[in-house]
C-alpha cells in the first residue's frame, strides 16, 4: 500500500504564489510518475502536472495548457516528495489539489495508482 499526504494549500490573492508538498510512504515501485490534478466545484478533476521517476531529480515532465510557464513540478525521489511551485494564480485555479501515485511493477505492468486526500487552494480576485 501506498499513502499520500498534501500540505501547502491555502489563500492567496491573485498574481501570489504557493507551494504544494506530497509525501508519499509506503512501497513504492522504482518505476513511477507522481503528479498533480485538481478539481473545482461542479467541474471534473483534471491533470495539472506529472513528473516521472528517474535519475536523482526526476524525470520529464507534463503540464495543462493553463499552467504552463506559471507552475513547476518537482521531485525528491530519496524522500519520496513531488512539489508543486505555483506562480502568478489566477481565480481560476481555485480548486482542491490532488496529489497522485502511480507505480509500475515491470515493464509492461499496467499500473497501480493512489490518490491523497486533497488539499484547497483558494486563489481570490
Known amino acids: 500500500q501506498v499513502q499520500l499526504v498534501e500540505s501547502g494549500g491555502g489563500l492567496v490573492q491573485t498574481g501570489g504564489s504557493l507551494r504544494l508538498s506530497c509525501a508519499a510512504s509506503?512501497?513504492?515501485?522504482?518505476?513511477?510518475?507522481m503528479g498533480w490534478y485538481r478539481q473545482a466545484p461542479g467541474k471534473q478533476r483534471e491533470l495539472v502536472a506529472t513528473i516521472t521517476s528517474g535519475g536523482i531529480s526526476g524525470g520529464g515532465t507534463n503540464f495543462a495548457d493553463s499552467v504552463k510557464g506559471r507552475f513547476t513540478i518537482s521531485r525528491d525521489n530519496a524522500k519520496h516528495m513531488v512539489y508543486l511551485q505555483m506562480n502568478s494564480l489566477k481565480p481560476e485555479d481555485t480548486a482542491v489539489y490532488y496529489c497522485?501515485?502511480?507505480?509500475?511493477?515491470?515493464?509492461?505492468?499496467?499500473?497501480?495508482?493512489?490518490w491523497g486526500q486533497g488539499t484547497q487552494v483558494t486563489v481570490s480576485s
Open positions: 509506503g512501497n513504492i515501485f522504482r518505476i513511477n510518475v
Open positions: 497522485k501515485l502511480t507505480h509500475y511493477a515491470y515493464a509492461y505492468d499496467s499500473g497501480t495508482s493512489y
